[in-house]
């Protein structure tokens, strides 16, 4: 292999679901940077690799990227794996790919498992477009403040959640979002892996009945119904203004409330 940064994906839980590639470019790699050596340990044992390894994470990362950047310009090959899944996704690796980037380093995606399409694909739910959120946030006023400024998205959203907070944030959704059809996607390729479909109420139901709950979680909202407007474009953008939100801001929100670009409500206003 030439000196690259290779980004490999492995598996989210069933170990079988690794490629024959990310194989290849393990056993062909000079180091590789893990999110947790300990745990990517355990899957290169199962494989028979036996490989330098070095730790890659959030509170090293700074320093971490100097020094494989100095190994790539130098000729080494470095593989970048995350826990599980693909590396970048909600996971480090940003500062080291720019960094390779910008030193001229080709970076190779080696693509495998991911939580996000996995889910998506088993939900039951549109899949024509969809929005990935990463971790929502873990306080009850930020989580709440940006679900609802998500009230007019029209494609599936997908993010991922704790298990202790769970019940809180379904409750957020069925406040803020009403009857969506919703989708909790939890141990994705495990041996306890389920799918709970329904409104945001009903799925939490179902899950505030356990004794806990425990896992992964990938959490799916689907769209919902439009809501019709009431008042013309014009109107709706001059009580955004009365309200005190500048004009531009005005007109960002109408045409996200109304699935409109800010071309168009600009045209109408005008």
Same mark, same amino acid.
């Given at each position: ?9 492995? =598996? ?16 062909? %790699? ?17 494989? !028979?690799? *036996?490989? =330098? ?29 995350? *826990? ?8 480090? !690796? ?17 693509? !495998? ?34 679900? #609802?400024?998500?009230?007019? #998205? ?16 379904? %409750? ?28 945001? #109420? ?22 919902? %119904? ?9 109107? %709706? ?34």
């Amino acid at each position: 292999m030439p000196a690259s940064l290779y980004l490999v994906a492995t =598996p989210i839980g069933n170990l079988e679901d690794i490629t024959l590639r990310a194989l290849r470019v393990l056993k062909e %790699a000079d180091v590789i940077a893990c999110e947790d050596t300990r745990q990517t340990g355990k899957l290169l044992a199962h494989f !028979g690799i *036996d490989k =330098p390894t070095v730790s890659y994470h959030d509170h090293n990362e700074a320093a971490r990227t100097q020094e494989l950047l100095a190994r790539l310009v130098a000729g080494a090959q470095v593989a970048l794996v995350s *826990d599980a899944g693909t590396p970048l996704i909600s996971d480090p !690796g940003y500062r080291l790919v720019i960094a390779a980037i910008a030193a001229g380093i080709p970076v190779v995606p080696v693509p !495998g498992a991911s939580a996000v399409l996995s889910a998506l694909a088993g939900a039951g739910l549109p899949t024509d477009a969809y929005r990935y959120g990463g971790f929502l946030p873990v306080k009850s006023t930020q989580r709440r403040k940006l679900l #609802e400024s998500l009230r007019a #998205e029209t494609c599936t959203l997908i993010f991922y959640e704790a298990p202790h907070r769970i019940l809180d944030t379904l %409750a957020d959704i069925a406040s803020l979002l009403g009857d969506r059809p919703v989708v909790v996607a939890r141990e994705l390729t495990k041996f306890y892996e389920e799918f709970l479909r329904g409104t945001a #109420e009903q799925v939490r139901v179902q899950l505030a009945a356990r004794p806990s709950v425990k896992g992964e979680i990938t959490l799916l909202i689907g769209k919902g %119904a439009p809501v019709a407007a009431t008042n013309s474009v014009e109107e %709706a953008v001059h009580e955004l203004e009365e309200a005190g939100i500048p004009r531009m801001d005005a007109i960002k929100q109408v045409a996200r409330d109304r699935g409109l670009s800010k071309r168009d409500v600009y045209k109408q206003i005008m």
